[in-house]
């Protein structure tokens, strides 16, 4: 018997990562479960934001809530975007890849990382977390039109090959957002 959670997101693109990743769970949407509200990020941390977001959900549904926190860290930038990288240069993502280069104009060390922390909430106030990471550099233009976000601007170290270039399949083995689902199925 499939179990059923509602994913506590907005996105599109991570509502279908989901569902591609979590085989043998009946992945709602937020608005499929009758959730059409916001949560405000104010945590500090990914970790922080995912529970947030979970908690928020689960109890306006009363399902079980899966959230999710990611972002991108740049070496040379101390760690920015950081949590704050869906919202990094205040518009949508070609303008958060275009600040994200200007940033990094003359910068050697490209070295970054994607970061992802997984809250899953449950109505009996349980909750489950887990952390992902995946490791590599930022290219010097965009390469790839697959995904969303700064995928087409980081070179993979594990598929040696921009996340933009790859299929949804190659992203989900070896992403942050992945390696963080798989962490969590370990704990159920």
Avoid at 43 to 67: I, P, S
Avoid at 83 to 108: C, F, I, Q
Wanted: aromatic share 10%; proline share 1%.
């Amino acid at each position: 018997m499939e179990k059923t959670i509602v994913a506590a997101t907005g996105n599109a693109h991570k509502l279908k990562e989901f569902r591609a990743i979590l085989k043998g769970w009946r992945v709602l949407s937020a608005k499929e479960a009758g959730f059409f509200g916001d949560v405000e990020e104010t945590g500090a941390t990914f970790a922080q934001n995912a529970e947030l977001k979970a908690r928020a959900v689960c109890e306006a549904t009363g399902f079980a809530a899966l959230a999710d926190d990611s972002g991108l860290c740049v070496e040379a930038l101390g760690g920015a975007p950081g949590v704050y990288s869906a919202r990094y240069s205040g518009g949508d993502d070609a303008d958060n890849r275009g600040l994200l280069l200007k940033n990094m104009e003359g910068v050697e060390n490209r070295r970054a990382y994607f970061a992802c922390a997984i809250a899953l909430a449950f109505p009996d106030g349980k909750l489950i977390t887990a952390e992902g990471r995946t490791y590599g550099e930022i290219m010097r233009e965009e390469r790839g039109t697959n995904g969303f976000g700064y995928d087409c601007l980081f070179f993979s170290e594990d598929l040696q090959k921009s996340f933009g270039e790859a299929s949804d399949e190659e992203k989900n083995g070896v992403s942050h957002r992945g390696r963080a689902l798989s962490a969590l199925e370990e704990k159920l």
